[in-house]
């Protein structure tokens, strides 16, 4: 398999290296008895960590592959591409 890299994962790592932290504090937190609001908080931190992460690595690599497949086309054959990699910002 070869290497496969985007701009975009050094950020998506320290997305979820954060969301790692939260986690490590939730488990902490039920073994130590913190009230389940204070958990449910943190769990929505570690939620929205990995989803972000999720998006920014879908996005990166949707628009990588649609270049290299596409390539370079005139304004107005692009609509129908600009339009898809749009709307993967609502994933």
Do not use: W
């Not at 790592?13 to 488990?27: C, D, E, F, P």
């Not at 879908?58 to 649609?66: N, V």
Request: with cysteine; net charge positive.
């Amino acid at each position: 398999m070869t290497e496969h890299t985007h701009a975009t994962h050094p950020e998506i790592v320290k997305r979820l290296k954060r969301a790692h932290g939260h986690l490590r504090s939730v488990i902490a937190m039920i073994e130590d008895g913190k009230p389940c609001l204070d958990i449910a908080q943190q769990l929505s931190a570690v939620e929205k960590a990995i989803i972000n992460a999720k998006r920014t690595l879908i996005q990166d690599h949707l628009d990588h592959c649609l270049e290299e497949t596409v390539g370079a086309l005139p304004r107005d054959k692009r609509q129908s591409i600009d339009g898809f990699k749009a709307i993967t910002k609502y994933l």
